[in-house]
């Protein structure tokens, strides 16, 4: 199965701030990455895919990047709403998998 | 509007079984491919399997920890996506999902295995 390894686990940030959050994937993915945002007790919300691609109606604050094994998720101005569980995850290999989470956390 | 609504869930013995249905609205469920993802108490989130539509085969796909117990179908005429559960353990305990194209996620349904 391809691993998918995110760091770091827990980012603290204080509104207004730029956060960057990093994917690894134990094999090659292509460009086949997914960013999810996961708020409790809500359904998980599609950010990014294709790597790079914005979902539709994500605001451009969010941007994605990199291929191959190594991929960032960049959330350039934090805003309150931002406050949430972001997952990669990989959809080139099967079984589909994600990363365990970074959790962005108020600083 | 998109919208896909899972229903099915509940409490069930190790070893039961149960099936989850998931109604879709707001496309056309026919063109999709769909999938059923997971999430057990406290932890992340985890893809169960993905059934193809029926002009690419049809194909169905399971991760390793369901393998042989679930069973993914679709009946298009529907619009509906079945998750077929048998042999239950307390470690399917989750909230699953039915989700499209990435994008498109039901509200979820739990599942709770417990004696």
């Known amino acids: 199965d391809t691993v998918m390894t995110q760091s770091p686990a827990t980012l603290s940030v204080s509104p207004g701030e730029r956060a960057t959050l990093s994917c690894r994937a134990s094999?090659?993915?292509?460009?086949?990455l997914a960013w999810y945002q996961h708020k409790p007790g809500q359904t998980p919300r599609l950010l990014i895919y294709?790597?790079?691609t914005g979902a539709t109606g994500i605001p451009a604050r969010f941007s994605g990047s990199g291929s191959g094994t190594e991929f960032t998720l960049t959330i350039s101005s934090l805003q309150s709403e931002d406050f949430a569980v972001y997952y990669c995850q990989q959809y080139n290999n099967w079984p589909w998998t994600f990363g365990q989470g970074t959790k962005v956390e108020i600083k | 509007e998109v919208q896909l609504v899972e229903s099915g869930g509940g409490l069930v013995k190790p070893g039961g079984s149960l099936t989850l249905s998931c109604a879709a609205s707001?496309?056309?469920?026919?063109?999709?491919?769909v999938s059923w993802v997971r999430q057990a108490p406290g932890k992340g989130l985890e893809w169960v399997g993905r059934i193809k539509r029926k002009t690419d085969g049809g194909a169905t796909y399971y991760a390793a920890p369901v393998k042989g117990r679930f069973t993914i179908s679709r009946d298009d005429s529907k619009d509906t996506l079945y998750l077929q559960m048998n042999s239950l353990k307390t470690e399917d305990t989750a909230v699953y999902y039915c989700v499209s194209s990435l994008q498109y996620w039901g509200q979820g349904a739990l599942v709770t295995v417990s004696s």
């Open positions: 094999q090659s993915v292509s460009s086949s």
């Open positions: 294709g790597a790079s």
């Open positions: 707001g496309f056309t469920f026919s063109d999709a491919w």
